[in-house]
């Protein structure tokens, strides 16, 4: 569904000269929808005379310059940083001046993705109404007594440290924000405000101030409504805040239930994840339940990790990259009660699996699969994603016949946590050399971050085990332990006869030694393949013993040095004199 939000607004001074309330609402532009939309209303302290501009200046900055914070910042840190720098300026003027006269206080909503941010600092209010359910979400920053319940304990622009208070929640349709002076709410009861409400957002807020004024409200009244109409797909801050606030499951065995599926088999448990096929109480649906190991439940930073490949797997949903990817989906149940993912099930098996029961694989086959490998990377890097794990186990072949790319755990997006970010991630023998920190001459560098082409080498590899039946380039490269690419790979042909001479240049291309010799993007990789036979590349040159060796010069004279010394030992033993 698309974002839509209804939003009304109305001000009007009451029986006071000067309106000191204000209050506005920003939609983003086209291109940041992804940052949601923000409203704001603020009453300025009468005291000094500068209640209005103190106001004014506050929410035109906030709304402003929400926008121009990055998009990766947790909405609760941008409005932080933009009211610390306003509240700073105004302290900064009010020092000036004796008494303060520019304070103010604000309230200031952000709607965004499938969750709602608060900022609240003084007296006035926010409130939701959810299912026929009216809640106050802010509390006042002023004298508990009555007869001081004017006096305010904080407020922007009062002092150099502003402690502001923040709320996060869930945005459902149909929520009903109302933001409220204390000119309104003082006289408004609760039970009549919620007796007011109505499906319009620009008549609520008319009829609520029109209420107060009626009430015998002396302030200045002003009421900013918003109505949620359709939300977004789930923000990764969401994927977060979820990530941290749900429980994960403990370990499940067959039978168990959760959250109106039950476990139906334990998939795989590498220490980290645990992989369960599950089953729909309901529809007898199948799916696979993603979840992390109870063991790692407190580490927030594997937390993130999975939210992360919640988020990326459900943006990736809407893309053409869906094709060849396993869809994610919603819990049976609205509220989950647990963290995890939940993944379609696709009957048939991957590739390794393949390859472990000696299944052979033929020319057609292999091809086919290769091109449909590429055509998704190039789906996936056009989106910015790099996968950072191709191999044979997580290529899935399903029995409708779709072959699928698993597995977006480690997958980099531009979004992802640091600790992702910094990981060794991958599998050592699928991995480039320059992440080894290898260069194509053989001497040590620094370790490259992986990039378009590290999928499309880890692509190669995956190709040219599927020739020759399980054989590496470079042979199997252990867990933590730097690959030694000292020569340059055997032709597949060499252990395939059946392979042609076209796809042993195609597949040498993609895992050559030196980066500059392989395929840049997918697109060419899969141009390379449809071409075939009929447009066949140069085969690669082989790299020369100098440079896959810089040290056989070394190794050279060495060997003859040896060779002259044992000649004349021979000489001076043997030899007549």
């Known amino acids: 569904m698309a974002f839509e939000i209804d939003i009304g607004f109305t001000s009007l001074t009451g029986k006071k000269e000067v309106n000191e309330d204000f209050a506005a609402a920003m939609l983003p532009e086209p291109g940041q929808e992804a940052m949601g939309a923000i409203a704001a209303i603020a009453d300025g302290v009468s005291m000094g005379g500068m209640g209005r501009e103190a ?238 190991n109870p063991q790692r439940a407190h580490d927030a930073q594997e937390r993130a990790m999975l939210a992360h490949e919640a988020w990326l797997a459900k943006r990736m949903a809407s893309s053409r990259a869906a094709e060849n990817l396993v869809a994610v989906q919603d819990p049976p149940v609205e509220s989950p009660t647990a963290f995890y993912l939940l993944y379609e099930w696709h009957a048939g098996e991957t590739l390794q699996q393949m390859l472990a029961r000696k299944h052979r694989f033929t020319l057609g086959q292999t091809v086919a699969a290769a091109a449909h490998v590429a055509r998704a990377l190039g789906r996936l890097h056009r989106q910015g994603v790099i996968h950072r794990d191709v191999k044979p186990a997580n290529l899935h072949q399903g029995e409708d016949g779709v072959l699928r790319l698993l597995d977006l755990g480690v997958a980099l997006s531009g979004r992802e946590p640091e600790s992702t970010r910094l990981l060794h991630a991958g599998t050592p023998s699928y991995m480039n050399p320059e992440q080894w920190g290898f260069q194509s001459n053989g001497a040590e560098a620094a370790e490259e971050a992986p990039n378009a082409q590290s999928d499309l080498f880890a692509l190669g590899v995956t190709l040219y085990q599927l020739l020759t039946g399980g054989k590496l380039p470079y042979g199997d490269v252990l867990p933590y332990q730097a690959g030694r690419y000292w020569r340059d790979p055997i032709a597949p042909s060499r252990h395939n006869p059946e392979v042609p001479i076209w796809l042993d240049h195609v597949v040498l291309k993609a895992v050559a030694r030196d980066k500059r010799l392989r395929f840049e993007t997918a697109e060419e990789f899969l141009l390379a393949l449809e071409r075939g036979a009929s447009r066949p590349l140069t085969a690669p040159a082989p790299t020369p013993l100098m440079q896959r060796d810089p040290t056989a010069s070394w190794k050279i004279a060495l060997a003859v040095s040896l060779l002259f010394n044992a000649l004349l030992v021979y000489w001076l033993l043997f030899l007549p004199r």
């Open 55 to 292: 106001a004014q200046t506050t929410v035109t900055s906030l709304v402003r310059d929400y926008f121009g914070t990055p998009e990766t910042w947790d909405t609760t840190v941008a409005l932080d940083r933009i009211i610390a720098a306003q509240n700073s300026w105004l302290v900064g003027l009010n020092r000036r001046r004796a008494p303060a006269c520019g304070l103010t206080t604000l309230t200031a909503l952000v709607v965004r993705g499938q969750s709602y941010a608060l900022a609240h600092v003084g007296d006035t209010r926010a409130y939701l109404l959810r299912d026929g359910e009216l809640t106050q979400l802010t509390h006042d920053h002023a004298m508990a007594h009555a007869d001081f319940s004017h006096q305010l304990l904080r407020a922007v622009g009062a002092e150099e440290r502003l402690v502001v208070d923040y709320t996060q929640g869930d945005l459902h349709v149909g929520d009903v924000f109302v933001l409220l002076s204390d000119g309104v709410h003082n006289v408004v009861p609760h039970k009549r405000l919620k007796a007011l409400i109505t499906e319009n957002a620009q008549s609520l807020s008319e009829i609520v101030v029109k209420d107060a004024l009626e009430q015998g409200s002396g302030d200045n009244c002003t009421a900013l409504v918003v109505r949620v109409l359709g939300i977004l797909d789930a923000t990764l801050q969401d994927e977060n805040r979820l990530a941290q606030q749900l429980t994960v499951p403990p370990r499940l065995k067959v039978g168990d239930t959760i959250d109106g599926v039950a476990v139906t088999s334990v998939i795989v448990d590498n220490g980290i994840n645990i992989l369960y096929q599950v089953r729909d109480v309901q529809t007898g649906r199948l799916y696979a339940l993603k979840t992390l």
